[in-house]
């Protein structure tokens, strides 16, 4: 899941869920007149890094030469003229994760941070020509379809998704509760790419889930990391302590992250005071952001703790794991995680469009880049296609059994 730097949650309906934070930044500049030749300059060096006659060259041609192939052709206006270059400036970058907004799509945005959708319920990512299902929410119309992290949505409504960004692909997926999006998945292990139809529904996000296990074992579920998830998370323990159980699951497999602030607040219960969550890494000459433990530490060194995570383990949900992990104060259970270890922020253009922009990279306590190489377990333990039709688990299986042999 991807993160902005404000304390906020976008909810893209449809195929994409990513819990994000962000910081409104402000926009000034100079308003630019078609037909002047503008240059660049690096404010740093002095140097001039571009000359704009090119683009202002380019925008009188079309505005004088253009004509509509068809009498019934949409009229774009000039402002939306300005609102594609933005688009394609931001493409250039080849990041999926940097992306503008122009108005109707900034105007989704806002209104799926407020809670709840109507969509498929599944993250995704377009990523090497194809939209990669990063992992489906629980209880989900995707995950009930049969959806897996990790799948290749190659086609949807028949329609080719290997010129599509992900911004694309959630316009087209998205849509009305009781009615349905077909989708074209081409799954790793399966020779031919398959059809599944997806009923689109309210979705709402879950959060957590408990029990008690034989053996004094308590399992803690978290599905991502909302705005509530540190009360949540917090009332989980409470449940553990009280439980008399002595033996700690964490289930982060399938989680796409959400809030930084959630994932600090929970690694908090483990860490003493001022130790390194996470780093956040601004490139090269630049100084890194420690975030650090708030210190509630209420457990010892001799918990017996195990994470559980997978390819749909992704952002806040990597941040936690690798971090206890790295630390010492659990062992890690499943396959190695997505990778999503990206900061976004996100800037105010006007007051009706936006420019989500990569500014960062969280890096592990100990230095690792999430997004280079993920967060490996100490245990790898594979969960096939079989497994699940089956009802098996063979990464639970192997938590319980390194539990119960301590």
């Known amino acids: ?18 819990i994000v934070f962000f910081r409104i930044g402000v926009h000034s500049g100079m308003n630019r007149i078609p037909g002047l030749t503008t240059e660049v300059t690096n404010a740093t060096s002095g140097e001039v890094a571009v000359d704009f006659a090119p683009f202002w060259k380019a925008w009188n041609v079309l505005n004088e030469k253009y004509v509509p ?10 402002q939306e003229k300005v609102w594609g270059a933005i688009e394609g400036l931001a493409s250039s970058l080849h990041d999926p994760y940097t992306v503008f907004f122009p108005p109707v799509e900034n105007e ?77 998945i081409f799954r790793s292990g399966i020779k031919a790419p398959f059809e599944v139809k997806v009923p689109r ?9 408990t029990k008690s296990l034989p053996g004094g074992i308590f399992d803690i579920e978290l599905y991502s990391f909302s705005e509530q998830s540190p009360n949540l998370f917090r009332g989980a323990l409470r449940e553990f302590i009280n439980s008399g159980d002595k033996k ?28 390194v969550v996470v780093r956040e890494d601004f490139g090269p ?70 420019l989500k922009v990569t500014v960062a990279r969280w890096l592990t306590p100990n230095g690792v880049s999430i ?25 639970l299986d192997k938590a319980l059994e390194i539990l119960r042999a301590k």
């Open 1 to 18: 899941m991807e993160f902005l730097k404000k304390h906020g949650a976008l909810l893209l309906s449809g195929a994409l869920i990513a």
């Open 69 to 78: 192939a068809s009498t019934t052709a949409t009229v774009v206006t000039n």
């Open 108 to 184: 989704m945005f806002e209104t799926d941070i407020r809670g709840n959708f109507e969509g498929i319920g599944a993250e995704v990512l377009a990523q090497d020509g194809a939209i990669t299902v990063i992992a489906p929410l629980k209880d989900s119309p995707a995950a009930r379809a049969g959806l897996l992290s990790g799948d290749r949505i190659i086609k949807i409504d028949g329609k080719d998704t290997s010129s599509l960004t992900t911004e694309d692909a959630v316009k087209i997926i998205r849509g009305e509760a009781g009615t349905s999006v077909t989708l074209t």
């Open 201 to 209: 529904e309210v979705v709402n996000i879950p959060t957590i889930n």
């Open 248 to 275: 700690l699951i964490l289930d982060l497999r399938g989680n796409p992250g959400g809030y930084l602030e959630a994932a600090i607040d929970m690694a908090s219960w483990f860490l003493p005071s001022s130790k």
């Open 285 to 354: 000459g630049k100084d890194q952001t420690s975030y650090r433990s708030r210190g509630y530490d209420i457990f010892n060194d001799n918990l017996p703790f195990i994470i559980l995570v997978d390819k749909g383990s992704a952002s806040a949900a990597e941040i936690l794991a690798g971090a206890l992990a790295e630390h010492g104060k659990a062992i890690l259970v499943g396959e190695t995680t997505f990778g999503k270890g990206s900061v976004q922020e996100l800037v105010d253009i006007t007051s009706d469009t936006s």
């Open 371 to 395: 997004s280079e190489k993920g967060i490996e377990p100490q245990y790898k333990v594979e969960r096939t296609i079989e497994d699940m039709k089956a009802g098996r688990d063979p990464q």
